[in-house]
């Protein structure tokens, strides 16, 4: 039951967190600490009191956080200031849980109810990126000739990088489809709108670990939530992979970023120095050879940078052209290198914490499925949580839909299917 004074401001709470996503990162600091300072002052004066199943999730949902913490006395003086850059950039995964534990015990206001305001500015976000982006080009200031500079201006001008942007859309695109596809007074026309918008956009970024998440989730709808004959879903199947083969003919981008993992795996070892997925390859065997060091205790987060770096500066040495210097490109790799395989344990607890939750819960079953699919395939190919961006979405999703089902409100049959 909503808490008398707290029902009034709670829609803007989730109107500001979700809206925070297109603004810039020092105004999304600033509205998570105003929510934090919300919710800590209404759980003090309702005196909320958690159970200790919530502490256990709480705990374990922001352990990644302390293992940064635990090693603060293990790192040497220099590199102290920029492990607190990595605490302070991953703080969301520490106050989320708790904040959001909190919040489900003050209010019976499903976050679904405002999602709009996510999926409606992030579109307004893309027609804005794009008007700015087609001015700079008509002007001669900016030139966008192949995938590589589309994706350098895209996020220049909107400060998210393309794979953090793309994880955006396919979010949208989601709670769009459930939307559509169970509340018979949704907009139909408008949704499409939305979803071509997100679409294309998706299409133009391409990035890779997003597309394969929404390939996944498009099959499994497809064959487990469409009720249509057995003919009729591989008549499905076939139109939208015709559909896919006309984007690909006449996308520029998505037909250069496709055509990096065939040139990768056919062409010859002098041309594919300049292919993404080449390179991939190469901080892949990276990871592989630091994991067998140090797999037991790990090198913490700072001497993994070091390593990396080291490792591409040898191999730029070989390609005689810098390669740059990346990170795992792997969250899972990436957390256990660095705090071995107790961080990796970890890890994966949190991960099946999710999965036995999303089991768990029949009302928002489908959206929590395809969300952790979305965050499970980006984390195989990309590290989704060295960024802020990446972090605050994975922490305010995960813990929103981990503690939120509690609640069980009427609304949640718009993005479910309660016919059975």
Request: net charge positive; charged share 15%.
């Amino acid at each position: 039951m909503a808490k008398p004074g707290f029902s009034n401001i709670e829609p803007w709470l989730y109107r500001m967190l979700f809206v925070s996503f297109v603004l810039p990162f020092k105004l999304q600091t600033l509205i998570i600490i105003l929510y934090a300072v919300v919710i800590a002052f209404f759980a003090f004066r309702e005196k909320v009191r958690l159970t200790r199943k919530t502490w256990l999730w709480v705990l374990l949902s922001g352990m990644g956080y302390w293992f940064y913490i635990l090693y603060i006395p293990l790192t040497s003086a220099p590199d102290l200031s920029e492990l607190f850059g990595f605490l302070e950039r991953k703080i969301s995964l520490l106050i989320f849980p708790l904040l959001i534990a909190c919040h489900a015990q003050l209010s019976s206001r499903h976050f679904i109810s405002e999602i709009r305001w996510f999926v409606f500015p992030l579109i307004i976000a893309i027609l804005l990126i794009h008007m700015n982006m087609g001015y700079l080009v008509a002007t001669g200031r900016e030139v966008v000739q192949h995938h590589v500079s589309y994706r350098i201006l895209f996020e220049h001008i909107s400060g998210v990088h393309p794979t953090y942007f793309g994880l955006y859309c396919a979010f949208a695109l989601v709670l769009i489809f459930l939307k559509g596809r169970n509340n018979v007074h949704s907009n139909k026309v408008l949704l499409t709108i939305c979803s071509a918008i997100l679409w294309v956009t998706l299409l133009f970024l391409s990035p890779k670990s997003v597309l394969l998440a929404l390939l996944v989730i498009a099959l499994w709808s497809i064959f487990l939530i469409y009720e249509g004959s057995l003919f009729k879903k591989f008549m499905l199947l076939a139109l939208g992979s015709m559909v896919m083969i006309f984007c690909y003919l006449s996308i520029p981008f998505l037909h250069e970023r496709v055509n990096e993992i065939y040139l990768s795996l056919f062409a010859d070892s002098n041309f594919v120095k300049n292919n993404s997925v080449e390179v991939r390859s190469l901080i892949f065997k990276t990871d592989l050879a630091l994991l067998r060091d140090h797999w037991l205790w790990g090198i913490g987060p700072v001497e993994l940078r070091k390593k990396l770096n080291f490792s591409m500066a040898v191999y730029s040495m070989y390609a005689q052209r810098p390669l740059g210097v990346y990170n795992t490109h792997n969250e899972f790799l990436n957390q256990w290198i660095c705090f071995g395989l107790p961080g990796f344990m970890s890890f994966v607890a949190l991960w099946i914490m999710h999965i036995l939750r999303a089991v768990q819960c029949k009302p928002i079953r489908i959206l929590y499925a395809f969300t952790l699919i979305l965050f499970g395939i980006a984390c195989v190919t990309e590290n989704i949580l060295s960024r802020q961006q990446g972090v605050v979405f994975f922490a305010l999703i995960t813990n929103l839909l981990l503690f939120m089902p509690e609640w069980k409100p009427k609304i949640v049959g718009e993005l479910e299917d309660n016919r059975q």
